[in-house]
């Protein structure tokens, strides 16, 4: 159970680094590498703020299944990504 939790943690995180990538593109090439990376948190913040609560909450609603490994699971991954993020 716990690869299988390392893997879904991966995949959930897929979608926060696609749009990090988006913007750090669209950044100028002239400013610093720290005006960019701000630049791209300014931009990501929200999105992957809603994304991560979305997913947290899907994993939560996990947890009402009747299967006792399922539960667990749900139970553990959404801490698990509502610790990351903090």
Same mark, same amino acid.
């Given at each position: 159970?716990?690869?299988? @939790?390392?893997?879904?943690?991966?995949?959930?995180?897929? /979608?926060?680094?696609?749009?990090?990538?988006?913007?750090?593109?669209?950044?100028?090439?002239? /400013?610093? %590498?720290?005006? @960019?990376?701000? /630049?791209?948190?300014?931009?990501?913040?929200?999105?992957?703020? %809603?994304?991560? %609560?979305? /997913?947290?909450?899907?994993?939560?609603?996990?947890?009402?299944?009747?299967? @006792?490994? %399922?539960?667990?699971?749900?139970?553990?991954?959404?801490?698990?990504?509502?610790?990351?993020?903090?």
């Amino acid at each position: 159970m716990v690869y299988k @939790r390392k893997w879904s943690l991966k995949c959930v995180g897929v /979608d926060g680094m696609l749009t990090m990538i988006s913007a750090w593109q669209k950044t100028s090439l002239m /400013d610093s %590498i720290s005006k @960019r990376m701000s /630049d791209v948190y300014a931009k990501v913040a929200v999105s992957m703020t %809603i994304t991560t %609560i979305t /997913d947290v909450l899907a994993f939560y609603t996990g947890t009402v299944s009747s299967f @006792r490994s %399922i539960q667990y699971f749900c139970i553990y991954t959404g801490a698990t990504l509502l610790l990351l993020f903090l």
